[in-house]
C-alpha cells in the first residue's frame, strides 16, 4: 500500500487514513519512524510498554561494548 503525505515547513506531517487504519493507530498513539540501510522508512505503531521495555533493554547493553566484546564477538 502507498500512500502520499505532505511535509510542513515545521517538519510536521499528517499520516493518511490509510496507514492509519492498516497500523490501528488512533490519537495520542505513539509511533516509531525504522530507517533501513537502503533509506526505506518503516513506520509502526507502538504501545507504551514496548517503549519502556526498548528504553529499560538500551541501559543493560552497554556492558557489552568495549573494544575487546567487539573483537571478541565480531564474527557471530
Known amino acids: 500500500m502507498t500512500a502520499i503525505g505532505k511535509l510542513t515547513a515545521k517538519g510536521q506531517t499528517t ?5 492509519r487504519e492498516a497500523i490501528h493507530a488512533k490519537p495520542g498513539d505513539l509511533l516509531a519512524w525504522d530507517v533501513g540501510p537502503d533509506g526505506v522508512v518503516r513506520v509502526r505503531r507502538v504501545q507504551p510498554i514496548d517503549l519502556e ?7 543493560t547493553l552497554s556492558e557489552w561494548t568495549s573494544v575487546q566484546d567487539e573483537e571478541a564477538y565480531r564474527d557471530l
Open 15 to 19: 499520516v493518511p487514513v490509510q496507514i
Open 53 to 59: 521495555y526498548l528504553r529499560a533493554m538500551e541501559t
